[in-house]
C-alpha cells in the first residue's frame, strides 16, 4: 500500500496541486498573520517600554483641566526611597509654519522628555530650544538646526532653535497631535500651565516600585490622581497607543481561522473529485484483496503526505511575508524595524500543525466514500454517482448548522452587545452559518442556477442551455464550484461594509467635532491677543463665504472649577439650540447663564440655581436660566449685553465660517487665509483637515486588513479554478461526446465558460448576501456609535468581478477539453 500511494502522488501529482496551493496560502496567511501579531505586540512594548524604563512609578493627574500643583513634586521628592522626580508641563501650542502662519494641527508641548525617546540630536536644554515629534517636523518640514515660531499663552511669537527629533510612538496623545519638547521654563510660558500633568519618580537602589507607588500614593491623599509602577503605565500605554496589540492579533487570528476553512473547503472539493475519477483504481484495490481500512488509510495517507509538504512551504512563505510587510510598513510611515519581526516557534508550529490537520481531516470524508462502494459497482463509470439524490438527514444537518450560526452571532450582538468576545462571537457564527450553507448548497443549487441562468439559457442560444442544463445535472459539483467563490465574495463583502461604515463614521465624527466648514481661533486658546472684529467683517464680504459667526470667549473660575464663559450668537452657522429647561436664549438676563446639558450634569446644576464666578481680581454670581443641548454651542454662554457687561467688548476668540458647496477645499482655504491675512496668528481648522487626519490614522488599519484579505481571496479564487478543472476533466468524455454529435470546438468551449459564469454569479450572489448581513452584525459589535453603511455600487461590482473570474477560471479548461482529441476523451478511464 506504501507503494501505490507513492505511485499515486506520482500519477496525480498534478491533480494533488491544486489541493496542495490552498494548504500553502492558507498555512502562509496563518503564519504571517501570527507573525505580524506578535511584530507589533514587540514594536508597541519596544515603544512604550523605552521610556517607561526610565521611570520606577508614574504620578499621572486625572483628565480634564485639573494638575498636579508644584508642592507635590517637592513632597514626593522627599519620601524616603525616591532618587529623582520630574515634573512634566503639557498642555496645547501654537507652532507656527515656514510661511508664518499656525499649522493646521495644534500639538501638545511638555516639558519632560520621558514621555518621549530621542530619535535624532538632543533634548532642549535651553529656553531657546526646542525639539520636535518626527511626525510634527516633516508636517511641517522642518529639520534639526531650524528655527522654528511657537506662540505663547499670550499670543507672543517667540523662536526657538530645533535640537532634535522625538518618536512618541506609543504615547496616544503625542502620537495624534504631535509633539513640541521643551524646557519646563519656556512650556509653563507657552501653555499657560502652572500645575505638573505628570511626575516620574526613580526609586533608590533596595526599594521595589510597588513599595514606592504605595508610599507616593499615601502621600498625594485621594486626590483622583493615578499611580502606578513603570510596568503598569507600560501597559496603561499600550492599550491607548492606538493599536491594541492583543486586539489585533485577536483579529489577525480570525482571519487566519477563515482562511482555514476556506483552504478546508477547497481541499475537501479537491479530493472529493480526485477520489471519484480514482474509484476504478482503488476498486481494483479492493478486488485484488486490499481491505477498507487499507483504502482508506493510503488516501489518509495521501493527503497527509500532500499536507506536510504544502504546510512547510506555507510557513516558509509565512515567514517571507512577516518580513515582506515591513516596507509597506514604512511606505505609510511606521518605521517598524527589521529587528522587531518576531518569528516565535510557536507560530510556525501553529502554522504547520493547523495546515496538515485541515488537509487530513478534509480528506476524511472523501476516504469514507472511497471504502463504501463495492469493488465492482466502482469499476462503472462515476459521472452518475456525483449527481445522486441529497438526503433528508444532510438537509437536516445543515438546517441545523445555519440556525447554530444564527443564534450563536446573535448572542454576540443581542447580549454581549460589543467587545472583542461580541466579534468573535459573530465571526465563529458566520463561519457556522456558511458551513451549514455549505451541506445545503447542493439542495439549493438548482433553483438558484435556474434563476440566475435564466436570461444565459435564453440568449446565448444551444451554449447556453447546455451550461444551465449541465449545473443543474450534477448539484453536489455545481454547489462545491460555487461555494470555492462565495467564501471570497462573502470576505470582500463584508470587509467592505465594515471598512465603509468606519470611513463614514469619521466623517460624521468630523462633523461633530468640526460642525462649520473651518474653525478659525485665536491663538492660546483666545487667553492673550483676540481675533478682532475687523477679520469677521472681511470675513463676510469675502467671496464664497456663505455664513459667519463669532464666538467671544473669557477664561473663568467657575464654581471652583475652571471653565469659560462664551457669547455666542444664534443663528448663520450655528443651528438654534433645544432649551431642555428654562427661558429661551433671546430672554436671557444680564445676570443669568444658559449651561449645556452635559455640563449642568457635570456641574450638578439646575435652572435657578447661582454659581460663584471669579474672572481675575473680579468675583461675581450668575443665576442658571436655561439648560440647552446642541452643537456648537458652548458649554456655559451668556448674552451679549451680559458678556459685555462682564468683560468688556473684546475681541473674538473663535470664528465659525461656512463657504459655498461649490468651492474645492483648496480653494475654500484659499478664501479664509487671505480673509485673514491681517491676523496671521489665527489657527485655521477645517473639515477636510480633520477628515484627512483621522482618515489617515484609518487608513494604515484598511491596508493591512485589505492586505491580508487578498491572501483569503486568493484561496478562494484558486479553489474555484481548482474545480473547474478538475470538473472539465471529470467530464472529459461528456465532452467528446457533444464534440462527436456535432457541437464545435468553439461552442464547447462558450458551454464551459456559461456554465463558469453562471455558477460564478450564484456564488456571488450567495456571499453578497451572507457577507453584508454578517458585516452588518460586525459593526454593531465593534462600537455602538457607528454608521451603518452598506457600499450598493461596490457590491455590485463585486458581483460582476466574481462573476468575471469565474469565467476567466474557465477559459484554460475549456481550451484544453476543447482541443482535445475525441477518441483520446472517450477512451479515458
Known amino acids: 500500500m506504501w507503494q501505490t500511494m507513492l505511485a499515486g502522488i506520482r500519477a496525480y501529482r498534478a491533480r494533488l496541486a491544486m489541493a496542495a496551493l490552498a494548504t500553502v496560502i492558507g498555512v502562509a496567511f496563518v503564519v504571517g498573520t501570527l507573525i505580524l501579531g506578535d511584530t507589533l505586540k514587540a514594536d508597541t512594548e519596544r515603544a512604550v517600554t523605552a521610556n517607561t ?17 508644584r508642592s507635590a513634586l517637592e513632597e514626593l521628592e522627599a519620601l524616603d526611597g525616591v532618587a529623582g522626580a520630574q515634573g512634566a508641563v503639557q498642555g496645547t501650542a501654537t507652532l507656527l509654519g515656514a510661511d508664518g502662519r499656525p499649522l493646521r494641527t495644534e500639538p501638545a508641548a511638555v516639558s519632560a522628555t520621558v514621555r518621549t525617546s530621542i530619535a535624532e540630536g538632543r533634548a532642549p536644554e535651553a529656553d531657546d530650544e526646542a525639539a520636535l515629534a518626527e511626525q510634527t517636523a516633516r508636517n511641517a518640514g522642518f529639520a534639526v538646526g531650524d528655527r522654528i515660531g511657537v506662540l505663547d499663552a499670550e499670543g507672543r511669537e517667540r523662536k526657538a532653535t530645533v535640537t532634535g527629533l522625538v518618536d512618541t510612538q506609543g504615547e496616544g496623545d503625542l502620537a495624534l497631535q504631535g509633539a513640541i519638547v521643551l524646557t519646563e521654563r519656556t512650556a509653563r510660558e507657552v501653555t ?56 489585533l492579533a485577536t483579529g489577525l487570528l480570525l482571519l487566519s ?37 487499507q483504502v482508506f488509510g493510503r488516501v489518509l495517507a495521501e493527503s497527509a503526505a500532500v499536507g506536510a509538504a504544502a504546510s512547510a512551504l506555507g510557513a516558509a512563505l509565512g515567514v517571507a511575508a ?25 507560530s510556525l508550529l501553529l502554522g504547520f500543525g493547523a495546515g496538515l490537520l485541515v488537509t487530513v481531516a478534509a480528506a476524511v470524508l472523501p476516504a469514507h466514500a472511497a471504502t463504501r462502494v463495492p469493488p465492482i459497482a466502482a469499476l462503472n463509470s462515476t459521472a452518475e454517482r456525483a449527481s445522486g439524490p441529497i438526503g433528508p438527514a444532510r438537509v437536516a444537518a445543515g438546517a441545523a448548522t445555519c440556525a447554530l450560526g444564527a443564534a450563536v452571532a446573535s448572542v454576540g450582538v443581542v447580549v454581549i452587545g460589543n467587545g472583542p468576545s461580541a466579534l468573535a462571537l459573530v465571526v465563529g457564527g458566520g463561519m457556522l452559518f456558511f458551513l451549514g450553507v455549505v451541506a445545503l448548497g447542493p439542495a439549493l443549487i438548482g433553483p438558484a442556477v435556474r434563476l440566475v441562468g435564466f436570461l444565459p439559457g435564453r440568449l446565448l442560444g444551444t451554449p447556453g ?120 436664549l433671546d430672554r436671557l438676563g444680564p445676570d443669568e447663564l444658559a449651561v449645556g446639558a452635559d455640563r449642568a450634569e457635570e456641574f450638578g446644576l439646575r435652572v435657578g440655581d447661582t454659581v460663584q464666578v471669579r474672572a481675575g481680581g473680579d468675583a461675581f454670581e450668575l443665576e442658571v436660566g436655561s439648560i440647552v443641548r446642541g452643537e456648537p454651542f458652548p458649554p456655559f454662554s451668556m448674552s451679549e449685553q451680559g458678556y459685555v457687561s462682564r468683560f468688556g467688548d473684546r475681541g473674538y476668540g473663535a470664528v465659525m465660517v461656512n463657504v459655498s458647496p461649490d468651492l474645492a477645499p483648496e480653494e475654500a482655504r484659499a478664501v479664509v487665509e487671505e480673509a485673514t491675512e491681517e491676523f496671521p496668528t489665527a489657527a485655521i481648522t477645517g473639515t477636510d483637515d480633520a477628515r484627512t487626519q483621522l482618515e489617515g490614522t484609518l487608513s494604515n488599519f484598511v491596508m493591512i486588513i485589505t492586505g491580508l484579505l487578498g491572501l483569503a481571496v486568493l484561496v478562494s479564487l484558486v479553489g474555484i479554478a481548482n474545480m473547474m478543472s478538475l470538473s472539465v476533466i471529470e467530464r472529459s468524455r461528456e465532452s467528446a461526446l457533444l464534440r462527436a454529435l456535432g457541437l464545435s470546438r468553439r461552442r464547447l468551449g462558450r458551454t464551459l465558460t456559461v456554465e463558469a459564469l453562471v455558477l460564478g454569479a450564484v456564488g456571488a450572489c450567495t456571499g453578497v448576501l451572507l457577507g453584508v448581513s454578517f458585516g452588518l452584525a460586525a459593526i454593531a459589535v465593534i462600537r455602538d456609535d457607528l454608521v451603518t453603511v452598506v457600499p450598493y455600487g461596490r457590491v455590485a461590482l463585486i458581483v460582476a468581478v466574481a462573476a468575471a473570474a469565474a469565467m476567466a477560471a474557465a477559459l484554460l479548461p475549456a481550451r484544453r477539453a476543447a482541443r482535445t482529441s475525441i477518441t483520446a476523451s472517450l477512451a479515458a478511464e
Request: hydrophobic fraction near 45%.
Open 465 to 584: 442551455r447546455l451550461a444551465v442544463a449541465n449545473a443543474r445535472r450534477s448539484p453536489r459539483r455545481a454547489s462545491a464550484t460555487a461555494v470555492a467563490l462565495a467564501v471570497g465574495v462573502t470576505l470582500m463583502t463584508g470587509v467592505s461594509v465594515v471598512i465603509d461604515s468606519f470611513s463614514e463614521s469619521v466623517a460624521v465624527g468630523v462633523e461633530k467635532a468640526v460642525p462649520v466648514d473651518f474653525m478659525i481661533t485665536a491663538p492660546g486658546g483666545g487667553r492673550g491677543e483676540q481675533i478682532p472684529a475687523s477679520v469677521v467683517d472681511r470675513l463676510r464680504t469675502a467671496d464664497g463665504v456663505t455664513e459667519v459667526a463669532g464666538q467671544r470667549e473669557a477664561l473663568v473660575e467657575l464654581d471652583g472649577r475652571d471653565a469659560s464663559i462664551a457669547h455666542l450668537a444664534v443663528g448663520g452657522p450655528v443651528k438654534e439650540v433645544e432649551v431642555l429647561d428654562g427661558a429661551p
Open 192 to 247: 499657560g500651565q502652572d500645575g505638573y500633568a505628570g511626575i516620574y519618580l526613580d526609586a533608590a537602589t533596595g526599594t521595589a516600585p510597588e513599595e514606592l507607588r504605595d508610599a507616593a500614593a499615601a502621600a498625594l491623599g485621594d486626590g483622583g490622581n493615578e499611580v502606578l509602577t513603570g510596568r503598569q503605565w507600560a501597559e496603561m500605554k499600550a492599550e491607548g497607543s492606538g493599536i491594541d496589540p492583543a486586539l
Open 322 to 346: 512577516g518580513y515582506g510587510a515591513i516596507p509597506i510598513f514604512h511606505a505609510s510611515g511606521n518605521d517598524i524595524p527589521y529587528s522587531m519581526v518576531t518569528v516565535a516557534p510557536l
Open 257 to 293: 481561522l477563515v482562511a482555514l476553512l476556506v483552504a478546508g473547503l477547497v481541499i475537501q472539493n479537491t479530493f472529493g473529485i480526485l477520489i471519484a475519477q480514482r474509484m476504478r483504481e482503488l476498486a481494483l484495490l479492493r478486488c485484488v484483496g486490499a481491505s477498507r481500512a
Open 53 to 69: 524604563a526610565k521611570v520606577d512609578v508614574a504620578v499621572l493627574a486625572p483628565g480634564g483641566l485639573r494638575q498636579l500643583p
